[in-house]
């Protein structure tokens, strides 16, 4: 349905940004699963650098966010 403002290019930026958003949300997950494995296992050295994968993740979403806002 095409209202009154309607934009092609502003629905494809828009439509891109929520698929890098998906699949950072996704990284995150798999970060979360794999660092709760290796936390398990008494294996510290990964969840430290997958903590700090999952913040960059975050900022990186946050500021999509943002730049569609």
């Given at each position: ?6 934009d ?7 439509t ?7 699949v ?34 975050f ?9 569609i806002?």
């Open positions: 349905m095409k209202g009154p403002h309607y092609k290019n502003a629905a494809t930026i828009l891109g940004v929520l698929a890098i958003v998906l950072l949300v996704i990284l995150q997950l798999w970060l979360l699963m794999a660092s709760m494995n290796a936390y398990l296992a008494n294996d510290l050295t990964f969840v430290w650098p997958a903590a700090g994968a999952s913040l960059l993740c900022l990186l979403i946050l500021g999509l966010i943002i730049y806002k």
